[in-house]
């Protein structure tokens, strides 16, 4: 009866639970939202509480939208809550450019201060 008169779809990771494609779509939507607004690595324990989303879900759908590169970063530290983080492209696009003028300017680097980037 799932996709004839309950238009859904069971969950792939959880078949006990059914999805309608609104709640993919605004589920979407949000996480498109959320991640788009972020310019500094953000861990995804604090967007998961903050935001209330599924933990696969996000996931899932975070996953799609950086491969599709609709949202430019990335996740780093698996797809585990606690160690995964969000990295916007422009954050890191600002790190790479005050590397590259500083050493152009000064002709060298300190550790020190590449370490707290």
Not at 55 to 64: G, N, Q, R, S, V
Not at 81 to 87: M, P
Request: hydrophobic share 35%.
């Amino acid at each position: 009866r799932v996709g004839s008169i309950i238009e859904g779809f069971k969950d792939e990771h959880d078949p006990k639970v059914i999805m309608t494609m609104n709640y993919i779509a605004r589920n979407r939507a949000k996480v498109r939202g959320v991640l788009s607004a972020i310019t500094v690595p953000t861990t995804c324990s604090s967007i998961f509480f903050r935001f209330g989303f599924q933990e696969k879900l996000f996931f899932t759908i975070a996953d799609e939208l950086i491969r599709t590169r609709r949202i430019p970063g990335s996740i780093s530290g698996g797809r585990n809550v606690s160690k995964a983080t969000y990295i916007p492209n422009s954050y890191s696009r600002s790190q790479t450019t005050w590397i590259d003028n500083f050493y152009s300017s000064n002709g060298y680097l300190e550790y020190d201060s590449l370490s707290r980037l």
